[in-house]
């Protein structure tokens, strides 16, 4: 608990890593830091909306131009609506029973559904689409007429479904009630569409005496690629349907087969099998590949196939599953890095495969008690990926409520949990995310009494981003601490939530890592860290805002080995240029050494500023404690003196002024913590070695009061090897 009812934690990126294990020896300078400019991160999620009348989110799609269209339950019937790009208000609704809305690879939506027809004659499958870049759905066009499947179909698996490429090729494909896959196509919006094809065909039922195994559809997915070809994954299995134990394992069969028909082409390829698909496939993905060709996610392995290609490539292990009633999704972003959102284990999780590195990174999951329902998924404006599902909440091991949640990945690294129903006890609240004309995630989600009633739906969306306040990792405007765990973890202490000391972590870091918040590197609005590795190496990862990175998250190496220093840290601005520099002091020589930011993706080469520094235990980033813009730094000495040296525009040192005498002994840890009481002035937050944790409020004119307990006990402290 805190001490102090107004303790916030510090947001500087003034802070000290101490490094042991130095070498002797000369410091190699850091190597060369490159990239693109980077765009402003997703903003801070604003106040939720009621959406009036709404008892439930069915669906939520977003053309490419930004228009939501959202099929919602209101008044106990299923209704379509659109929200217009440019506005925030939804338009009238039209009844829509029995359709579903399917974006396609063109950035359409896409509204589908049967109509039956009279006296038991072939019902009549309709569409009408909300163009990429329209602000309404079309006309109703009659598509074909058939018998669709129903009886034996998994209802988790669409009947029906439609892809469309950007050239204007659409293809919709069904199962009809004689099992067959059926197919029609045309080459524009204003073509006719073909007869129906029948390519291929779900086996008959395997006939036992005991039981009758029935093949049942699990998978139909369509895709258009960028030159037009398109892609088709479709299958089912003869699972036991009956109740009791399975009498005949061995009739447990799968049929799953890809067909394709390159751009061009007069006929589909035969249907064949996927060696990519695994042994006993169920929940594929199939998606276009924005570079070209297709990519699929089949029980964690993930293939793709080149444009061109006659064949799929080796499949990779993502770790990232379907989820327990829904496929997983592949979001690619411009560059071509891929994000996989599914289920691992007991919640959804994420991967992502850097293109960089063609290969993917360690799976995060996002929770390990999520309520099995939708998990939501959009890409936005930069590439960012937002992800929404239900949370689970326990009170001594007891669900009080199930939450709707939001998190964002971005480069492999993912944001800490937000909460976007409202926390009440006996609640559940689910949803979907799409994303607007600006760019951003929006959110809708139905919070009702635990026993269905009391229905409301609410929508919400990010704010524009802010610069951020030093050492704010929650994305929350309070300042938080950084550390590793002895758990191999990554650990953000915040308190946002009812419970601040329940911490946000990611795997796997070795407990001798040392990190160094370090404001904003890159100009994208958000919090970036510096972090040495056991070895030496040296990494600038620039993380999603408001989370922390994995070690494989996308990174920039400062050095190959820098274990020549025994302190880096980060005192904010040390030149006046309004970018964070970072600070280096020399194992063998004690020299400081300055890395002034470039002012663009990289530092300058190394600066002295101050000469034999060895009668210093401690080298501290402060902040600026005095209030002129340059951060500035603190040095304790061997006899206990706390020293304080203002910093100069320019990156130089004044003189040392005495703050305190005969302190400091009894830490371990030391860092200058930012504003932590929300007086405006930078303070100092040290744990000692009985791990308690001490607060100095600054002053602002380089100065600081006693110090007073802060947050949590030492069992809960005793858990972090350092602080950041």
């Not at 000290?16 to 002797?24: E, K």
């Not at 109509?115 to 689409?129: A, I, N």
């Not at 058939?146 to 439609?162: I, N």
């Not at 002053?699 to 110090?707: A, D, L, P």
Request: hydrophobic share 35%; with cysteine.
């Amino acid at each position: 608990m805190l001490m102090q009812s107004r303790v916030l934690w510090g947001s500087a990126l003034f802070s000290v890593v101490l490094v042991g294990g130095a070498a002797p020896g000369a410091v190699a300078a850091p190597a060369a830091v490159t990239g693109a400019a980077v765009s402003v991160g997703v903003g801070p999620w604003g106040t939720a909306k009621e959406l009036a009348g709404v008892s439930r989110v069915v669906e939520l799609e977003s053309a490419r131009n930004g228009t939501l269209a959202g099929l919602f339950v209101q008044g106990g019937r299923t209704v379509l609506s659109v929200r217009p790009a440019g506005t925030t208000t939804w338009g009238s609704t039209q009844a829509a029973p029995g359709a579903t809305l399917q974006r396609t690879d063109d950035g359409a939506v896409t509204l589908l559904w049967w109509v039956p027809g009279t006296d038991g004659g072939p019902s009549t499958l309709r569409m009408s689409r909300l163009a990429p870049d329209g602000a309404a759905f079309g006309p109703v066009e009659d598509v074909a007429t058939g018998t669709p499947a129903s009886a034996g179909v998994d209802r988790r698996t669409p009947v029906t479904t439609v892809a469309a490429g950007s050239a204007g090729r659409q293809v919709v494909a069904w199962m009809d009630a004689d099992r067959r896959l059926t197919v029609v196509e045309r080459s524009g919006p204003r073509s006719p569409w073909s007869a129906p094809a029948r390519l291929d065909r779900l086996p008959d039922p395997i006939v036992r005496p005991d039981h009758t195994y029935d093949y049942t559809l699990r998978d139909l997915h369509l895709a258009v690629a960028t030159d037009g070809s398109v892609g088709l994954v479709w299958g089912g299995d003869s699972s036991y349907t009956g109740d009791g134990v399975d009498p005949d394992p061995t009739a447990y069969q799968w049929h799953y087969r890809f067909l394709e028909k390159p751009a061009g082409a007069a006929s589909w390829t035969a249907p064949r099998a996927l060696a990519q698909l695994g042994d006993q496939p169920r929940l594929v993905t199939l998606a276009a590949h924005p570079q070209g060709g297709f990519q699929l996610l089949a029980g964690g392995t993930y293939a793709r196939k080149a444009a061109g290609a006659a064949d799929w490539g080796a499949g990779q292990s993502t770790g990232i599953e379907a989820g327990p009633s829904a496929p997983a999704e592949l979001l690619t972003a411009a560059n071509g890095d891929v994000t996989a959102v599914g289920w691992q284990g007991g919640g959804p999780a994420v991967a992502t495969r850097l293109a960089s590195r063609g290969s993917w990174g360690a799976p995060q999951q996002l929770t390990r008690y999520a309520e099995d329902g939708p998990v939501g998924s959009t890409q936005t404006a930069n590439g960012s990926v937002v992800v929404t599902y239900t949370q689970k909440r326990f009170v001594s091991s007891r669900t009080v409520r199930r939450d709707f949640v939001a998190q964002t990945v971005a480069g492999g690294s993912v944001s800490k949990p937000r909460t976007l129903s409202s926390r009440k006890d006996g609640t559940t609240s689910a949803g979907l995310v799409a994303t607007d004309d600006k760019g951003r995630p929006v959110a809708a989600w139905t919070q009702s009494a635990d026993d269905g009633s009391s229905r409301v739906s609410y929508t919400a969306t990010t704010l524009s981003r802010a610069l951020p306040k030093w050492h704010d990792y929650a994305d929350d405007t309070r300042a938080d601490l950084v550390g590793i765990g002895k758990g191999d973890t990554m650990n953000l202490f915040t308190q946002d939530s009812a419970n601040p000391l329940v911490t946000y972590q990611t795997r796997t870091w070795a407990d001798t890592t040392r990190v160094v918040p370090f404001g904003d590197f890159d100009g994208d609005r958000c919090n970036d860290l510096v972090v040495r590795l056991p070895g030496g190496e040296t990494r600038l990862y620039t993380p999603v805002c408001g989370g922390l990175p994995a070690p494989d998250s996308a990174y920039r190496r400062l050095a190959r080995d820098w274990s020549g220093y025994d302190t880096l840290l980060s005192s904010g601005d040390q030149t006046g240029d309004g970018r964070p520099d970072l600070l280096a002091r020399d194992a063998r020589t004690g020299d400081l050494y300055l890395y002034a930011h470039n002012g663009t993706d990289g530092f300058l080469a190394r600066k002295k500023i101050r000469s034999a520094w060895t009668g210093y235990n401690r080298v501290i980033g402060a902040g600026d404690l005095n209030g002129d813009g340059i951060g500035d730094v603190l040095a304790l000495d061997k006899s206990g003196e706390l020293w304080r040296y203002n910093g100069v525009r320019g990156g130089t040192l004044k003189d040392r002024v005495l703050v305190f005498k005969d302190w400091g002994g009894s830490y371990q840890d030391v860092v200058g913590a930012g504003d932590v009481n929300g007086d405006g002035r930078d303070d100092l937050v040290s744990r000692d070695t009985s791990n308690r944790l001490w607060l100095n409020a600054g002053t602002g004119t380089g100065t600081f009061k006693n110090r007073v307990q802060a947050a949590g006990d030492a069992t809960y402290w005793k858990s972090w090897a350092s602080l950041g």
